[in-house]
Every structure is written in structure tokens, then in C-alpha cells.
């Protein structure tokens, strides 16, 4: 797809956004809040496919970013958000923006003195920086600490989510597709040849932690204010390991199957809950975990290299 067809594409995802989004008080708040949660796993899956699939670098920190955006947003409306319509709007962008901005900073500060490593080392240092997020949000008090941050306003809707998440595929599609996006493929592929072949392998990935980063920072602001109540607990380990997972099962470096991937993960959840509702089947409540994890390990056993990937990668 060429960029013009692109452009029409995602014009056309954000007017269908905007008008589902005038009739979405008429959705379930149930589905609808379950709906805003497949939005922002889109957002996330794949910002984080740009590091750990095209990119090929492995990352356990996406959760930090996320949470770093969430509670910049968060504390953004809080201080300004008590206005009218429209300037409340204007806040909600400054403060999503914002998100984002702060969220890649902190890729760039873990990036530029980590990213000479690779691969186990990488993804341990990651993790380390998600956990120093969380355990530094936890004791500063002006956040809420341990006892959490309560969001004064609920503006995450149909269109921020499905609109954010279009652009997102848009950027992330666009950025790998491009010229530029040429040296993602290269680094991932044979990270010694292409370094041989004078590519600065570091610039790309600290490039593809910032970019990555920044959309997490922007997921983080609307989980937000979708849920109106932050926790640090809510971004540790295991919630990076589910964004990683999403990447994972959609096959890495494949758009498409990580967008499908990031849907059903979220949904999947759910639909054991639900399970567990029916008279006869009430034992699923108690191990609908168990379920979901061993679901898992099925699936990773036997499509390892990702449930929606049917192509092989070229080279």
C-alpha cells in the first residue's frame, strides 16, 4: 500500500471512530469499557513490536513507559482540567502529548546508555528500569504512592482510543516501510553485518525505544482516564510480560497478527469470567487464570513462531 492509499486509510479509520463515537452511550458500559481496553492493547502491542519484532531487541519494560505517560496525563488533568468543553479538551491532548513526551524520555534515558547490549543482558536491564518505575511511583507521595492515584476525569472515549490506535499502526507501518525504517529490518536481521556495513545500529535502537516509548506513554494516558484510578502495582512485571506476549503470539514483525493477537489476549480473559458465570461450569472461576495460562503454553508449543505468522520473513 502506497502512502496516498495509507493517508486515505487512516482519514477513513478516524471518521468511522468519530461517528461510532457519537452513538457509543448507547454500547454496554460493560463492552464499551472492555472495547477501550482492546484499544489501548493495540496501542501497546504495537509500539512494543516495533522494539522487540522489527527491531529484534527484547524488551520487559514496556509497562514502565506506560505507567510514566499514565501518571503524567493524570496529573496534568488534575491540575488543569477543571474547565469548559472544549478547553477540558484541549487539556485531555496537552496532557496525552505530554504522556508520550515524558514516556520517551524515559526510553531515551534507559536507551542510550543500555542499548550497547543485547539480548538476554537487554531484556534484564529493561526490567530493572520497569521496576524502578514502579518502586519510585509507589514512594513518592504527590502521585498517591502505594495507595494509588484517583483521575478527577473520565475523557477517554471511542475516538481517542480507536483514533490514537489508527495512528499508531499508521506511524509505526509507515516508519518500518519507509527508507529510513530500512535500518529497523537490518538491525533485527544480522545486527553485525549491519554494523559492517556502517549502519549505526545504536541510533536505531534508541530510535526504536524513543518511538516505541512514546506511544506506550500515550496508551498510559488514556488507561488512565479510561479507568480513573492509578496504582503502581498495576504496572509490574506481569503486565509487560502480557505486551510481550501479545508481540509474541502475532508473529514478531507482523502488523496484522499482533493487532489480532493484542484482541484476543484482551478479550480472552473476559470470556473465561463469563464462562465462569454459567451454573455447571462455576469451577472456572476459581482457575480461570490457570485456564488462561495454560492456553498460553499451548499456543507458544505449538505455533512458536507466532499464531498469525504463515509467511516467512524476508530478508
Not at 475516538?159 to 506511524?171: D, H, M, P, R, S
Not at 505486551?243 to 478479550?267: C, E, R
Not at 490457570?290 to 507466532?306: A, D, F
Amino acid at each position: 500500500m502506497n502512502v496516498r492509499h495509507a493517508k486515505t486509510c487512516l482519514l477513513g479509520a478516524l471518521a468511522l471512530c468519530l461517528v461510532i463515537s457519537c452513538f457509543a452511550d448507547r454500547i454496554n458500559g460493560y463492552w464499551l469499557n472492555n472495547l477501550y481496553d482492546i484499544g489501548i492493547s493495540i496501542i501497546l502491542a504495537v509500539s512494543l513490536n516495533l522494539i522487540n519484532g522489527y527491531t529484534g531487541q527484547f524488551s520487559l519494560g514496556h509497562a514502565g513507559f506506560m505507567a510514566v505517560g499514565g501518571y503524567t496525563a493524570a496529573v496534568i488533568t488534575n491540575e488543569f482540567g477543571a474547565l469548559n468543553f472544549l478547553a477540558a479538551n484541549g487539556v485531555f491532548v496537552v496532557a496525552l502529548f505530554a504522556g508520550g513526551l515524558a514516556a520517551a524520555v524515559a526510553g531515551l534515558l534507559v536507551g542510550i546508555p543500555t542499548l550497547r547490549l543485547r539480548g538476554d543482558y537487554l531484556a534484564i536491564v529493561t526490567l530493572g528500569f520497569g521496576e524502578i518505575i514502579r518502586v519510585v511511583l509507589q514512594n513518592v507521595q504527590y502521585v498517591g504512592g502505594a495507595r494509588g492515584l484517583s483521575v478527577q476525569h473520565g475523557w477517554t472515549n471511542f475516538f481517542w482510543v480507536f483514533g490514537l490506535a489508527a495512528v499508531t499502526i499508521y506511524v509505526i507501518a509507515a516508519l518500518v516501510n519507509s527508507t529510513y525504517g530500512r535500518g529497523f529490518i537490518a538491525v533485527r536481521d544480522d545486527e553485525v553485518a549491519a554494523e559492517a556495513m556502517g549502519i549505526n545500529t545504536t541510533k536505531y535502537k534508541v530510535s526504536a525505544f524513543v518511538v516505541g516509548a512514546f506511544f506506550a506513554g500515550i496508551a498510559g494516558g488514556l488507561y488512565a482516564h479510561s479507568k480513573q484510578f492509578l496504582t503502581p502495582s498495576g504496572f509490574g512485571f506481569m503486565q509487560s510480560i502480557t505486551f510481550v506476549v501479545m508481540v509474541i503470539l502475532g508473529g514478531m514483525g507482523n502488523m496484522i497478527g499482533v493487532i489480532i493477537a493484542a484482541i484476543l489476549l484482551t478479550l480472552l480473559p473476559e470470556g473465561l469470567r463469563m464462562l465462569s458465570g454459567v451454573n455447571h461450569l462455576g469451577w472456572i472461576g476459581e482457575t480461570r487464570m490457570i485456564i488462561y495460562s495454560l492456553l498460553l503454553i499451548v499456543l507458544m508449543l505449538t505455533r512458536p513462531q507466532g499464531l498469525f505468522s504463515f509467511k516467512k520473513r524476508s530478508h
